[in-house]
C-alpha cells in the first residue's frame, strides 16, 4: 500500500454544503442536481480509486434520477424534501434492476425485482441514489474487511479501516462521493462506521423505520438508519424515510416524528434540565483513555447547555455481548438458508450428484469465513437439546436488559458512552481473533437488544488523529431528544 | 374390522387443510388451484431476499373458524421458524406454528357419537410443489426437478387429533366428517383430489390394556380408500413383526398406492431437527375475546348439529347416524325434511324419500317444498300407493311442478280401494291355483309374482303393501 492519504470533506467549508444546504438550494433553483451530482462524482472520480467504498456507482441512473428532479424544479414542481442530494445506499438494501449483492459471492449479479421502501421513499422525496456501498458480508463485521469484494478503507487514513459493517456508507459521506448515506445497524453497524468515519450515524428505534427490502441479517435486531456529515442532515435523512410501512408487519403504526426541527431547538435553545445519565460499565474499563477523554468533553458540552448528568449502572449491559452473539447468528442461520443455489444468485452444480450436494457446494464457495462461523455458531444454538441452554438462555437475558434500561430511564432521559472503544484500526489487526472483533461492538448491541435508539456524533479526535465518536442513548421513539442533545455536542466541534 | 389375534389399532391423524383464502397467507398473490406454474407469486412467497411476510387476516379468521367448529379453545398464538431445506421451500424454512398454536384441545364427534380428541389445529404455510423427472419420482434417482410455487404460501390449518381411533373405518368416518365441518365452516373446499385435504396418519397397534406401541407415519395419502388400506396394510405388517419377536422401528413411511404397502422413508434417527425458533418477522397473533365469539356465533350448523335436527325431526325413529340421515346431511338436503315437516309432512317418510329419491343436491333444488310436503300428506292418507308417490315425486323433480294432486289427477293415479283389491287378490287367487299353494307352503317369494300381476291387472293402481298383506292373509300366514 502507498503511503498514507486522506480523502476526507469537510461540509461546512466545501463546495457541496450540507443536504439540507442542497436541497434548500436545489428546491429554489439557485442551484442544479445534475451540477450536485457532478461535484460528487468528480470526488468519486479522484478518490474512489484509494477508499473502495462503492460495490457499484449508479453512474447512468444517478444522472437520470437528478435530470428528472431539475426538470420538476424548471417546471415549477416541487421534487421532495431531499431534492437533489446524493445518497449512497448500503448494498444490502433491494434495488429495483439492480445488483444488490450484501458483498456476498453467493448473491453476486442478483438483480432484485423490487426496491426497498426505503429507497422508494428517498426516490419519492426527490434524492439521488449515487451507489450500493460495501459492507462485511450480509452485515457480519465490524471493520467491512469481511467484503467478497475487498475492505473499505478509511477516509481518514488508507492504513485504517472504516468500521462495519456499513463501512462503504460512512466512507462514502466521510469522503464526500454522497451527501448522506443509509447503512444497516443490527449490533453497532451505523453508529461504529459513523464514528470512525467522523460523522454522524444513528440507529432508530426497531420498527420506526420500514426493513421491507432490507437482506436480513437477524431480523429482530436489523434497523436501517441514516448517515450524515450533521445531525440535521441525519435528522432530515431519517424523517424522510421514517414512518409506518404495511409491507414490515413489525413496522411502528405511528406517525413519522418531527426531527430537524428537534435539532434546530437543540442547537438554539441547548438542553435545559435534560437527564444525562454517564453508563459506569461502558465509560471505564476496556475503553481507551482518549475515547473516555472526549467522552468527557461531550458530557461538559451538554452541562454547559443545561443538562444535569449522573453516573448509572446498566450492569445486564455485562451480558450483551454473549446474549447478541446467540441471537443474531441463530437468527441469521435461518435467514440464510435460502441461498441455496436453487432459485437466484450463485449456483455450483459441478460434481454435485443430487440436490443437497448441490445446495452444500454453492454455500461452501459462496459464503465467506465469518457468514460460515456464525451460521454455524447460530445453528447450534438452536439444535434440540441446546435451545434452553443457549437461544432461550440469550432471550432471557435480552428481557433483563430490557427491564435494566426501563429502569435507568426512569432517572435518565438520555444516555451517554464512546462508541467505539478505541479509534479506527488497522486492517488485519483484529481478524485473527473474532473475538476482539466482536469486542468493538460492546456499546452499540445494547441498544439492539433493547431496541431503543442510538446516536453516534463525532466529537473530536484521539491521540492518533482518528475521529472519536459519542454514543447518546434513548428509551424508544425518544430520537428527538437524542437529535437535540447531539446537536449540541456537534455544535461544540 | 378387527385385527387378528386380539390386536388394537391406535391411530392419530394429521389432516393438512388448505384454507379456501383468496390470497396467500403472508402476501396478495392468488390462492389458486391449478394455474400456469410459477404466475401466482411475487418477492414474499419466493422468499426474496429482503421480502418480509404479512399476515393475512382472513386465513387467521378461518382457523378460527375450524378451531370453533372442532370445539377448541381459541388461543394467543405465534408463528415458529421450521428449518429445513428442501428445494420446493423458497426460504428453506418454513412459517409454522409450534409450541404455541392458535386452537387447543377440542374434539370431533363422529355420526355414531363417538368423540376423537383435538390435540391442536394450528396455522402454517404450504411449500411449493416439485415434480421429479426420472424413472423413480422421487427426489433420489431423478434426473432433474420442475418446481411450481404457486402453491408455496398457501395457508394451511394442520389439524392434530389424539390417538383415539381404534379402527381403519373410524379413521375414514373421521377424515369424512372433519371434511364436512371444514366445508361447512367455509374454510376449505374439502376437495382431497386437488391435496386441498392432505392427510398423514400415525399407526400403532397394541394388546386392549397395554402401553401404547411405537407408532410410524404413513404419508402420501390421498385418498379415503388410500387411507384405509394404508392403515390396515400397517397394522398387519406391526403385527407380523411383534408377533416374530421383533421390534417395530419407528420411522416415518411412505405408502405405495401401486402395490398397496409401506415403505421406509426415514426412521426416528434421521429425523431432521427442525431448529424451532419465534419466526422475528412476524408479531403475535391475539384475537380478542369478541372476534372470537364472533366467529363462533357466525358459523353455520355443523353437521353433527344437523344430523340431531333430522333424528328429532323423525321423532327419533332414525338415528343420527343412520345412513339416509348421514346422505342428507353430506348433501346438504336438510332444508328439503325440515321444511317438508314444517308444512305437516311426516319426518321419517320426509327422510326416506329424500335419502332414497332425491338423493343429490341437485335434484333437490329441483323440488318445491310445500310441493314436496303435500305428496308426503297425500301418500301418508293413502291417497297415493308408495309406487305411486315414487312416480309423482319423480316427475316433480323432471318438470319442477309444485302440485303433486295436479300430477296424480293427470296421471289417473288414486289408491285403489280396499274392497276391490280384496276382489281383485281373489281373482287372481283362483287363477294361478299353483302358485298360491307354494304361497301357502311357505314360499313368500311368490308374493312378489301376484303383486306384479295386481299392477299389471290394475295399471299400477294396486297399493303393493296392500296385496300382500290380503295375500298373506289368505294364506293364513
Ligand atoms: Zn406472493
Redo the contacts between chains.
Keep these: 500500500m502507498s503511503a498514507p492519504t486522506r480523502t476526507v470533506v469537510t461540509v461546512s467549508t466545501g463546495d457541496p454544503g450540507t443536504a439540507a444546504n442542497i436541497a434548500a438550494d436545489v428546491r429554489a433553483g439557485r442551484r442544479t442536481a445534475v451540477d450536485v451530482l457532478a461535484q460528487h462524482f468528480a470526488r468519486i472520480d479522484a478518490h474512489e480509486g484509494d477508499v473502495h467504498a462503492f460495490n457499484l456507482v449508479l453512474r447512468q441512473q444517478a444522472g437520470e434520477q437528478a435530470a428528472t428532479v431539475d426538470a420538476a424544479v424548471a417546471a415549477g414542481i416541487d421534487p421532495g424534501p431531499l431534492a437533489g442530494i446524493p445518497v449512497a445506499l448500503k448494498d ?3 434495488t429495483r434492476g439492480i445488483e ?1 449483492t ?1 458483498s456476498s459471492r453467493i ?1 453476486e449479479g ?1 438483480k ?3 426496491s ?1 421502501t426505503v429507497v422508494q421513499r428517498l426516490a419519492a422525496a426527490g434524492a439521488v441514489a449515487v451507489g450500493k456501498t460495501n459492507l462485511d458480508e450480509f452485515a457480519m463485521g465490524s471493520s467491512t474487511e469481511n467484503s467478497a469484494f475487498g475492505p473499505t478503507r478509511n477516509p481518514h487514513d488508507h492504513t485504517k479501516v472504516p468500521g462495519g459493517s456499513s463501512g462503504g456508507s460512512a466512507a462514502a459521506v466521510a469522503a464526500g462521493f454522497a451527501s448522506i448515506a443509509l447503512g444497516s445497524d443490527t449490533g453497532g453497524s451505523i453508529r461504529q462506521p459513523a464514528s470512525l468515519c467522523g460523522i454522524v450515524g444513528m440507529k432508530p428505534t426497531y420498527g420506526l423505520v420500514s ?6 441479517y ?3 435486531l436489523d434497523q436501517i438508519g441514516p448517515f450524515a456529515h450533521t445531525v440535521e442532515d441525519a435528522a432530515l435523512l431519517l424523517e424522510n424515510i421514517a414512518g409506518h410501512d ?5 413496522s411502528i403504526d405511528a406517525p413519522p416524528p418531527s426531527l430537524v426541527a428537534a435539532v434546530r431547538r437543540g442547537r438554539a435553545d441547548g438542553v435545559p434540565g435534560l437527564r444525562v445519565g454517564i453508563v459506569e460499565e461502558l465509560s471505564g474499563e476496556g475503553m481507551s483513555s482518549d475515547v473516555l477523554a472526549r467522552l468527557d468533553v461531550a458530557v461538559d458540552r451538554l452541562r454547559t447547555a443545561g443538562a444535569t448528568v449522573g453516573h448509572v449502572s446498566v450492569e445486564s449491559t455485562k451480558l450483551c455481548l454473549s446474549a447478541y452473539y446467540l441471537i443474531a447468528p ?2 441469521a ?2 435467514n440464510l ?2 441461498y ?1 443455489g ?3 444468485g450463485l449456483r455450483v452444480s459441478q460434481g454435485a450428484a ?3 450436494e448441490m ?1 452444500a457446494n454453492t454455500r461452501a464457495a459462496g459464503f465467506g469465513a465469518e457468514v460460515k462461523r456464525r451460521i454455524m455458531l447460530g ?1 447450534y444454538a ?3 437439546g441446546y ?1 434452553d441452554a443457549y ?1 432461550g438462555q440469550a432471550q432471557k437475558v435480552r428481557t433483563l436488559i430490557i427491564e435494566d434500561f426501563r429502569r435507568a430511564y426512569q432517572q435518565f432521559d438520555v444516555l451517554i458512552t464512546p462508541t467505539s472503544p478505541t479509534t479506527a484500526f488497522s486492517f488485519g489487526d483484529k481478524t485473527a481473533d473474532p473475538f476482539t472483533m466482536y469486542l468493538t461492538d460492546v456499546c452499540t448491541i445494547p441498544s439492539n437488544l433493547a431496541g431503543d435508539p442510538a446516536i453516534s456524533v463525532p466529537c473530536g479526535v484521539g491521540d492518533d488523529g482518528m475521529p472519536i465518536g459519542v454514543q447518546l442513548l434513548g428509551p424508544a421513539l425518544s430520537e428527538a431528544v437524542l437529535l437535540g442533545a447531539a446537536a449540541v455536542i456537534e455544535k461544540g466541534n | 374390522m378387527a385385527l387378528k389375534n386380539g390386536w388394537e389399532l391406535v391411530v392419530g391423524l394429521e389432516v393438512h387443510c388448505e384454507l379456501a383464502t383468496n390470497t396467500k397467507i403472508f402476501c396478495s398473490c392468488a390462492n389458486q388451484f391449478g394455474d400456469e406454474p410459477n404466475t401466482n407469486i411475487c ?1 414474499v412467497c ?10 393475512n387476516h382472513m386465513a387467521v379468521e378461518f382457523a378460527m373458524r375450524i378451531g370453533s367448529a372442532l370445539h377448541c379453545r381459541v388461543e394467543p398464538s405465534i408463528f415458529h ?1 421450521k ?1 429445513y ?1 428442501y ?1 420446493d421451500m ?4 418454513q412459517v409454522s406454528q409450534n409450541d404455541e398454536p392458535i386452537n387447543v384441545d377440542g374434539y370431533l364427534e363422529l355420526p355414531d357419537g363417538f368423540r376423537v380428541g383435538i390435540e391442536r389445529a394450528h396455522m402454517e404455510e404450504d411449500t411449493g410443489k416439485t415434480q421429479h423427472m426420472g424413472s423413480s419420482g422421487r ?2 434417482g431423478a434426473n432433474y ?1 420442475l ?1 411450481d410455487y404457486n402453491r408455496a404460501g398457501v395457508p394451511l390449518v394442520e389439524i392434530v387429533s389424539r390417538p383415539d381411533i381404534r379402527t381403519a373405518e373410524q379413521a375414514k368416518a373421521y377424515v369424512a366428517e372433519l371434511r364436512s365441518i371444514l366445508v361447512a365452516t367455509g374454510a376449505s373446499n374439502g376437495k382431497m383430489e386437488e391435496g386441498s385435504l392432505r392427510v398423514d396418519a400415525n399407526v400403532s397397534v397394541r394388546q386392549p390394556g397395554h402401553e401404547y406401541g411405537t407408532r410410524c407415519e404413513i404419508k402420501n395419502l390421498n385418498s379415503l380408500r388410500s387411507l384405509t388400506r394404508a392403515i390396515e396394510y400397517e397394522a398387519n405388517r406391526q403385527i407380523d413383526l411383534r408377533e416374530a419377536g421383533e421390534r417395530i422401528v419407528q420411522e416415518t413411511r411412505h405408502w405405495n398406492e401401486e402395490d398397496g404397502r409401506t415403505s421406509s422413508m426415514r426412521s426416528k434417527e434421521e429425523a431432521m ?1 427442525y ?3 419465534p419466526e ?4 403475535p397473533i391475539a384475537p380478542s375475546a369478541e372476534w372470537v365469539a364472533a366467529v363462533r356465533d357466525a358459523l353455520p350448523l355443523m353437521p353433527a348439529d344437523r344430523r340431531r335436527l333430522l333424528s328429532e325431526a323423525t321423532g327419533g325413529e332414525l338415528a343420527p347416524g343412520s345412513d339416509p340421515i348421514v346422505t342428507i346431511v353430506d348433501q346438504g338436503l336438510d332444508a328439503l325434511v325440515l321444511g317438508a315437516v314444517a308444512h305437516g309432512g311426516d319426518g321419517r317418510r320426509a327422510v326416506n324419500r329424500v335419502a332414497n329419491e332425491v338423493v343429490t343436491a341437485e335434484q333437490g333444488a329441483r323440488l318445491n317444498i310445500a310441493g314436496f310436503a303435500a305428496l308426503l300428506v297425500m301418500e301418508a292418507q293413502a291417497k297415493l300407493t308408495s309406487t305411486q308417490a315414487k312416480a309423482v315425486l319423480v316427475e316433480m323433480m323432471e318438470t319442477q311442478a309444485s302440485d303433486p294432486a295436479a300430477i296424480a289427477t293427470a296421471r289417473g293415479f288414486q289408491a285403489m280401494d280396499s274392497g276391490v283389491a280384496e276382489t281383485l287378490v281373489d281373482e287372481l287367487i283362483a287363477a294361478h291355483p299353483a302358485e298360491f299353494e307354494r304361497l301357502r307352503a311357505g314360499d313368500t317369494k311368490v308374493a312378489g309374482f301376484f303383486v306384479g300381476a295386481a299392477m299389471k291387472a290394475s295399471g299400477g293402481k294396486a297399493d303393493g303393501k296392500l296385496v300382500t298383506g290380503l295375500l298373506r292373509q289368505r294364506a293364513g300366514l
Excluded at chain 2, 423458497?90 to 424454512?93: A, E, G, H, M, S
Design positions: 444490502n438494501l433491494c444488490t450484501c448473491l442478483w432484485p425485482p423490487y426497498a426493513r421491507y427490502g432490507l437482506v436480513a437477524a431480523s429482530s404495511p409491507a414490515d408487519s413489525t441463530a437468527e442461520s435461518s438458508s435460502r441455496d436453487v432459485r437466484y443430487n440436490v443437497e445446495m445453528t438452536l439444535s434440540a435451545y437461544y | 418477492p419466493l422468499g426474496l431476499p429482503g421480502s418480509l411476510p404479512v399476515l421458524r428449518n431445506f428445494p423458497p426460504k428453506d424454512y427426489i433420489h426437478s418446481v431437527d431448529r424451532y425458533f422475528p418477522d412476524l408479531v
